[in-house]
């Protein structure tokens, strides 16, 4: 820039935009990165503010009588509804299953709620509810409450739909960053980025062709036999929207510590690997919706590993990084060339909508 | 994955780091041109495994970084017209211009879309024959080709709702402008590989002869930059400033033949201003005579206004390499990816943005002190 442009006049706030930047919803907002975090603490934090929510965990725990309830809640405007492996009912089912397994739940209900847009057909509706159906008797569960709403044709996208979830905690499972210690062992029990990359394939104006399919997929019976495994399990997250990335960096920040990752562990298939390439993807950001990052004693990692992939969902497990230190929470990412880089949450994001 | 795991090869990476140390003798400053080539060194951290006496400074070479902010605007005034759609690549929907960019004003009702290639944009003028439908056409002659393409395209069809913001620019007059000027740092240049794969390496030659200057033509991978760089040194070393082609499995000498005589045939070269580096002679592409039918600026009567960039943002000096962005006093506080104050924050290409993905701010942070 010469000097002439740096020391001209002032820059003319001739915006064609009536709204202030920063004063409306962006998409980056839905991204689950900083901007998710800079709305949640502006917004909804302040509204809602309370010990439960405050920790801002996968599910809430709630004391009823003796018992340990887990209660939570997600929307979903997937695009395209149908991808290769799974469709948004199904997706609808098993993120909020799974949201409740990683706090180490089963889940004992779930309710739906689904925005229709004018138009929308029938069949298809038919079809994505008995989708919908399937992956709740594939996680031994059941819709017990539901809710319909019809806007008119352009105001929304087909179809959205919210569902909640309830689950009961065995009263001896303890989870949570705050167990978290120095020495502990990061595992993955499956290949990242499955279903972000699935879902993309799908969509309009991408043409790019690819075998990857949805890992979507309920993770209660999996986290069951982790539990059984007797290993000292810390905590779990499902790295849904935001990937791999951003639930270490949610688990070091919970627990204050630093975590390294080290890239070529890190397992990704060669075809999320290519599309990735392709569409300027990181994989440690593509979501999954079938997979789930534990941290547990790093005694006892044989042993966990073992239990998991036992699993049908759990087959390709594998230990990805270790926790390195207390104090600054902070994680970093060791690449094949020995150079080491934090691995920050997603700044911006990298495509709209991709769950 | 074939042509890319043989260039992330951490062995061969290590063979070529080897080579460098014994080559070098002394103190050399070294411009990537490329926003790809510069994500690449900053993702793997390459710059740290080179000896301390090559210094890598990021180039110009990328696209929505330098797109004049007045053209930003226009697109944006056009955006907002009844009955217009503009299309174009998502990351140059983000860009700012004066105060707000293509998604603030697609937030607030303007029809902006994402495309992946002009040709979607022409599908999109097909099938919705009552809508205006405006590319918004950058990038350097890597994307040219396409919207060539596409214009072409929508003349044969005699498509009468699609036009184009034709914001194309060229590579070697800004490796001039940066290596003709006063301030100068860069001894050599890793010129952008993809470029060359559609232009051919020629039009480097006579650079490499006026100004002196080493010009290796390299790829994107780690092991393509790290030869590129040593490549770079050994002629920078002896004395040499020679024109080589490191990108062998991707460029050959005369380039795409085919998409060369589109752009001939489509566009005119014409003096642009570009963000950083001021005008240029040359330096753009606009759509020739013979298409001038298909420029939106024609079309719809739009006037350029000349606007000053924000003095808080100096992405002119990051583009010309005199600044690297954590020296910069707004990178990662007040200049964020999701706040950008200029385009290099912006796009995965700008170096700014690859600093901060990188994770580099907390590193600029302990320099500071």
């Known amino acids: 820039m010469s000097n002439s442009d740096r020391g001209g006049s002032p820059v003319s706030f001739s915006c064609p935009s009536p709204v202030p930047k920063g004063e409306v919803i962006v998409l980056g907002h839905g991204s689950g990165g900083r901007l998710t975090a800079e709305l949640v603490s502006r917004v909804f934090l302040p509204a809602f503010s309370n010990p439960l929510l405050d920790r801002l965990n996968d599910s809430a725990e709630v004391k009823v009588g003796a018992s340990r309830v887990l209660f939570t809640t997600d929307a979903f405007v997937v695009n395209p509804l149908r991808y290769p492996g799974g469709d948004i009912g199904s997706l609808a089912v098993n993120g909020t299953v799974n949201d409740l397994a990683v706090a180490g739940g089963q889940p004992i209900g779930l309710s739906a709620a689904f925005i229709l847009e004018e138009g929308f057909p029938i069949a298809e509706l038919e079809a994505i509810a008995q989708s919908m159906r399937t992956a709740a008797d594939r996680a031994g569960v059941a819709v017990i409450a539901a809710d319909t709403k019809v806007v008119e044709h352009g105001k929304a996208d087909g179809l959205f739909i919210t569902t909640s979830g309830i689950g009961v905690v065995a009263g001896s499972i303890e989870l949570g960053p705050e167990r978290i210690q120095v020495g502990d062992a990061v595992l993955v029990s499956g290949p990242i980025g499955d279903h972000g990359i699935a879902v993309m394939s799908a969509r309009e104006g991408l043409a790019f062709q690819t075998t990857i399919v949805s890992d979507s997929a309920p993770l209660n019976g999996l986290v069951s036999l982790m539990l059984e495994s007797g290993g000292a399990l810390r905590c779990m997250r499902d790295p849904t929207r935001g990937g791999v990335a951003t639930v270490i960096n949610e688990v070091a920040k919970g627990s204050g510590v630093e975590i390294v990752i080290e890239e070529t562990l890190v397992p990704v298939r060669s075809g999320v690997r290519a599309a990735c390439e392709i569409l300027g993807l990181d994989s440690l950001y593509v979501a999954c919706e079938g997979r789930l990052v534990a941290i547990v004693d790093a005694a006892d990692t044989a042993k966990v590993l073992a239990a998991m992939r036992r699993h049908p969902l759990g087959r390709d497990s594998c230990r990805i990084g270790t926790v390195t230190g207390s104090g600054a929470p902070r994680v970093l990412l060791r690449t094949a060339f020995g150079t080491t880089r934090p691995l920050d949450v997603l700044a911006g994001m990298q495509l709209p909508r991709i769950c | ?369």
């Open chain 2, 1 to 369: 994955m074939k042509f890319v795991d043989e260039f992330r090869d951490a062995g061969a990476a290590r063979t070529l780091i080897e080579q460098i140390h014994k080559t070098i003798t002394r103190s050399w400053t070294i411009m990537e041109v490329c926003g790809g080539q510069t994500h690449t060194i900053v993702h793997y951290g390459l710059d740290e495994l080179l000896p301390s006496e090559v210094t890598l400074v990021h180039g110009p070479g990328c696209p929505v970084c330098v797109t004049p902010i007045e053209m930003i605007d226009l697109a944006i005034a056009l955006a907002k017209r009844p009955g217009i759609t503009l299309c174009s690549f998502g990351d140059m929907l983000r860009v700012p211009g004066s105060t707000c960019d293509l998604f603030d004003a697609r937030a607030v009702g303007a029809d902006v879309r994402v495309v992946y290639s002009p040709l979607d944009a022409l599908d999109l003028a097909r099938r919705e024959p009552l809508r205006e439908v405006v590319f918004f056409a950058v990038g350097f002659e890597t994307t040219a080709p396409t919207t060539a393409a596409a214009v072409r395209q929508a003349a044969r069809l005699k498509l009468p709702n699609f036009s184009v913001i034709a914001a194309h620019v060229r590579v070697p007059p800004a490796i001039e402008a940066i290596v003709s000027s006063g301030d100068n740092l860069v001894q050599g240049f890793l010129a952008a590989g993809h470029v060359c794969t559609v232009m051919g390496i020629d039009e480097y030659r006579p650079l490499v002869e006026k100004y002196k200057v080493p010009i290796i033509v390299t790829g994107f991978e780690p092991v393509d930059l790290l030869q590129g760089v040593a490549m770079c040194v050994t002629q920078l070393e002896q004395g040499r400033a020679e024109v080589e082609n490191q990108y062998v499995r991707s460029v050959k000498n005369e380039g795409n033949i085919t998409a060369r005589d589109l752009m001939a045939e489509v566009f005119t070269l014409v003096d642009r201003r570009w963000r950083g580096l001021d005008t240029l002679p040359k330096s753009a592409m606009a759509l020739s005579d013979r298409y001038a039918a298909y420029d939106a600026i024609g079309r719809f009567g739009l006037t350029q206004t000349p606007v000053d960039e924000p003095v808080e943002c100096r992405a002119g000096e990051v583009l010309r390499g005199l600044l690297k962005p954590p020296q910069c006093p707004a990178f990662g506080s007040s200049c964020t990816p999701d706040h950008p104050l200029g385009a290099p924050m912006v796009s995965a290409e700008g170096a700014c943005a690859a600093y901060f993905r990188a994770g580099r701010v907390a590193a600029a942070a302990m320099e500071a002190k």
